[in-house]
């Protein structure tokens, strides 16, 4: 079962925010409702992808002990087809992450990638992080003009 970016942040929208793993078997979950037998560990990759492309961000819990993603600022979330039945498959609580976590944790991961791929010249991240830039300004009100500058002059 494919899920795109948007999807995979609708799921997380579903709950406020998931772990990995808890997203990865609400995935598994789908894929069963459809029929179709999936190994949790499947959508790693997928998953990846979209904190990747900022449509998902991963924000230290306050326990300490594992990630939570929320919804990002390139995201769009949809629901993919069955997913308004998950808070009632899964044992998940609902979870309110703070804003300002939540934009500090996309602000260092953005800065922190500018800097990794203008070392690496890579020219395609660069001109991504650039787009991201723009959401990033308008969704966490972050000023980015400094780093979208050093983006631009690579």
């Known amino acids: 079962m494919d899920l795109s970016a948007d999807e995979l942040a609708g799921v997380v929208d579903l709950f406020g925010a998931l772990s990995r793993a808890e997203l990865r078997q609400a995935c598994a979950e789908l894929a069963f409702k459809r029929g179709e037998e999936t190994d949790p560990t499947a959508y790693a990759d997928d998953i990846a992808a979209a904190v990747e492309s900022y449509h998902l961000v991963a924000v230290a819990a306050e326990d300490g002990e594992t990630d939570l993603l929320a919804v990002g600022p390139t995201a769009f979330p949809s629901l993919p087809e069955g ?14 992450l703070a804003r300002d976590r939540v934009v500090e944790a996309v602000e260092r991961q953005f800065r922190a990638d500018a800097a990794a791929a203008i070392d690496a010249g890579d020219e395609a991240r660069i001109a ?3 787009d991201v830039s723009y959401d990033l300004d308008a969704w966490g009100a972050v000023d980015l003009g400094e780093a979208r500058d050093r983006l631009d002059a690579a």
Do not use: C, K
């Open 83 to 96: 997913a308004g039945d998950l808070p009632h498959i899964m044992d998940v609580p609902d979870r309110e």
């Open 128 to 130: 991504a992080l650039l």
